[in-house]
């Protein structure tokens, strides 16, 4: 559960409300070349419909059936972009919503055809088929109103209905074998792993028991006999309550939300970023670590909240993610965006329900209201340079509170001046030799003596970053 499945590629992008041609396409024209694993997905199951909240993106956290018809698009869709995209290496990671189905006290049809009552008793979602009897008991939830209101007892936690969504009994074996259908079927159509949607609200042992029955990864996707699903969990801990990441270990890696505090201060007070992993509450283990700068929900105020960084503010944005891709803690996430002005609108559209393409521009930005993140200059540099140096860990740390510098092994030398500019002469740990920073494509450089020190010289206002690697970094 521990390896993404992408031959020792170190970046994830969740191309977040994407839909499945429109990912296809990116795989072949953009993310193999520029050597990402692969591409976190909106839920692809089928969810309700939420016209009356003018389809807001939080619908597909919904989940009416397993059936891969979604906004993104349909089975057949979804199929050939898991396929395109493992063509080219580049590996696909489900958003798998199984905690919960809707919310109590709604009614309807969802866009594959299924329908779900959940008025009264009724838990009735003939899709999958659930009812009553799968939903936890009303007596295991110590809560007064049945919603989760209680995080210091992880009972209340794990068997109330969190924000009245209904919530799945996953100690039935009926249950655990519904999920493990689905998952069995996105692993035969050779999805590499899972993002355990609200895993907090999970108790462990039965997503333990759930990924227990799960066969091994297709060999005629490429992946090596023998090879597991990657798993993801998202436990928001940010030691408010009983819920603590380590409960989550032993199924996969778990989100580390308290990263996303961290580096925000950091880019803002770079004297913090010295000890970014051990200081104040600390962290999960760096092997069970998924990290990143912003996600889809606090980038909004929502969920993991506190104070983020986001592509709103793009200077510090570019920081905080570069700085997050050269260090050696956790595996990493891109946030590619949609552009918003209310926290619940769903992605573009052609009006209504539709999602729209993706438009890419002639200079490889994108038009039509995604923000493409991970397109920007930035980003694409610095997912070379944590591939080239993967392995190695970070040693001549240097910071004095306006610029901050550190090697990884002998492999390669990241250096960010808050400013704009430092000049400093400092240890690389390379190899004499003159060394090409990736970051403006050569127009800076290093020259590194037998001592292995350098002249670290930037000045670059909205990029000030140095990335430079043994060897090149691509
Ligand atoms: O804002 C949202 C949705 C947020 C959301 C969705 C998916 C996520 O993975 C997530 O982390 C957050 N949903 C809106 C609207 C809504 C939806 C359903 C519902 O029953 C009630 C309201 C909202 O205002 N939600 C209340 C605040 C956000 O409370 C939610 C959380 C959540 C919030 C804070 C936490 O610390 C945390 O651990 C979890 O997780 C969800 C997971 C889901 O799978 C589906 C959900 O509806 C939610 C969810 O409502």
Redesign the pocket.
Known sequence: FYDPNCNGKQVMVHLFEWKWTDIAAECERYLAGAGYCGVQVSPPMEHVILAENNY?W?QR??PVSYKLYSRSGNEDEFIDMVHRCNSVGVRIYV?A?V??MT?TGVSGVADGGSTYNTNGHARDFPGVPYSAEHFTPRHKCPSGDGTVDDYSNPSNVRNCY????TDLNGKLDYVREKVVGYFNQLIQIGVAGIRI??A??MWPEDISATLSRLTDLPTDQGFPAGSKFYVFQ?V?DQNDGAIKVDEYYNTGYVTEFRYCSKIAWGIKDYGQLSNLIDYGWGMARSDRAFIFTD???NQ?G????GNVITHESPRDYKQAVAYTLAQDYGFTRIMSSYYFTNT?QGPPSNGGYSTADVIINGDGSCGGGWVCEHRWNVMKKMVEFRNAVVGTSMENYWNNGNAVAFSRGNKGFFAMAKQGSMSESLQTGLPAGSYCNIIDDCASSIQVGADGTAQISINNYEEPILAVCAGGCG
């Open positions: 807001p939080w956290y919904q958003d919503v905690n919960h919310p969190l924000y009245g969504l949607d609200a907090k609200y998202e928001i996600n889809h929900d909004r929502h969920g993991g909240g619940d």
